[in-house]
């Protein structure tokens, strides 16, 4: 028998999620073969046999948690019919036969002990590792703890703040038992109202990250939102002289997103600190153009990286998002696919936002928004009326590292390369 175990995740990630088994237990497998699928904060991980044999003794179900090293599942010798053997109950001595409702007692009381403890673990609040170690050597109850995380996960933060004033929270939460009761009351009463139905819906592992780390950005940076508006005319004339033969010769549409790309590596290579990040009390700047291109897949917002931009042509750069985008949609995306980007490109616009506040997408200390093409009347000059396609555009920087000057100036000087796109092939 091989057990089935949890691999090595990533050096950040730790645990994952079931979300959902390939192969049935009792199913025949192969080696190589994708048996069941993990979520983990990032991406989805696919788990393959080691060898052939019958999936047997499945542990954990869709939407369990796991950690790496965790045994799952077990893979024994043999075919389907060797499985249906192994099934078969053997033929017991009579000693045997004679002690058989002591053990069926004894497993009974195993069985409700579990549950027991299932029903315990399920009520047990979320914790890091950290956490329940430090509380288990002070002998504090971790339900007591107050948590300030955003999804109420208890950190060792919070047990040394009720170290040091637990007692009295203690006897304060004590002595309001009414107060803690009213507090309940709207649940309840939610729950049984058929007039205000409601569903609760668990968000997914990605979800919560997604949601951490949001907030995580607004609580550390001191992020501001600087705006701009471009005159698409220009790259819209080339698209529409360049579209077809562009297509011919590199079998990919010439879109949107390579202009803004080469325009945003184009802006940092004259503004360094906007490709940086913070480390402590230092700036750690970039000489490398990683960019990341936000993309709305069905389990939420992910961030692939382009690598190396700046050495990519057009069409280089629209096959590598097309690719990525692909991945995406199908789930393929890799931990490689979506680490150590620079800077980040968002276009709501696909979406019809006509103007937004991107959130940065921490470490890094600048994001791009881009937004809906707008047909608008714009004053060419003091006599002249035009209707132009216009953009809204939006740089959410850091204001630690990032001076209001630097962020208006970098802004401008997209603006001016996307107005001009042929200065786009003179930047080094």
Do not use: C
């Not at 002070?138 to 007692?167: C, F, M, Q, W, Y």
């Not at 607004?218 to 579209?243: G, S």
């Not at 959130?359 to 714009?378: D, E, F, K, S, Y």
């Not at 802004?411 to 786009?424: A, C, G, Q, W, Y």
């Amino acid at each position: 028998m091989f057990d089935v175990k949890v691999p090595e995740l990533a050096e950040s990630i730790s645990e994952g999620t079931v979300a959902q088994w390939l192969k049935k237990e009792g199913d025949k497998v192969v080696k190589g073969e994708d048996i069941v699928e993990l979520e983990t904060d990032k991406v989805n991980i696919e788990i393959s046999a080691e060898r052939d044999g019958i999936l047997k003794n499945i542990k954990v179900e869709p939407g369990d948690t796991v950690a790496v090293g965790d045994v799952i599942a077990s893979i024994v010798d043999g075919d389907g019919s060797a499985a249906e053997t192994e099934s078969k109950p053997e033929e017991k001595p009579a000693a045997e036969e004679k002690t058989e409702p002591a053990k069926k007692q004894e497993q009974s009381s195993e069985k409700a002990e579990a549950e027991e403890e299932d029903s315990k673990a399920a009520d047990r609040p979320i914790a890091s590792p950290a956490a329940r170690k430090l509380a288990r050597e002070k002998g504090i109850d971790l339900s007591e703890v107050s948590s300030r995380d955003p999804l109420g996960r208890v950190r060792t933060e919070d047990v040394k703040r009720h170290a040091e004033g637990g007692n009295s929270e203690k006897a304060a939460s004590s002595s309001k038992p009414a107060a803690s009761t009213s507090q309940q009351q709207p649940k309840a009463a939610e729950a049984v109202n058929p007039e205000k139905p409601v569903e609760r819906v668990k968000m997914s592992r990605r979800r919560q990250t997604i949601a951490k780390r949001l907030v995580e950005a607004q609580q550390t940076a001191a992020m501001l939102t600087t705006f701009n508006e471009v005159d698409m005319t220009a790259i819209n004339e080339v698209r529409a002289r360049r579209k077809d033969k562009f297509y011919e010769q590199n079998g990919v549409k010439l879109g949107y997103m390579s202009f803004f790309t080469k325009a945003v590596v184009g802006a940092l290579k004259k503004f360094p600190a906007i490709n940086a990040e913070i480390q402590g009390d230092e700036m750690v700047l970039k000489k490398f153009y990683d960019i990341g291109i936000a993309v709305g897949a069905e389990e939420g917002l992910v961030v692939p990286v382009v690598r190396n931009a700046d050495r990519l042509s057009f069409a280089g750069i629209e096959k590598e998002i097309g690719n990525l985008a692909e991945k995406a949609r199908n789930k393929k995306l890799s931990l490689e696919d979506l680490q150590g980007g620079s800077f980040t490109i968002t276009n709501g616009g696909i979406f019809g936002s006509m103007l937004s506040t991107p959130i940065l997408n921490a470490p890094q200390v600048g994001i791009l928004g881009m937004h809906t093409i707008q047909w608008r009347p714009v004053a060419i000059d003091k006599e002249r009326m035009e209707n132009r396609p216009m953009m809204y555009i939006a740089l959410s920087y850091d204001h630690r590292i990032v001076d209001g000057k630097e962020a208006v100036s970098f802004l401008t000087t997209i603006k001016s390369l996307l107005e001009d796109p042929e200065s786009l092939l003179l930047e080094g």
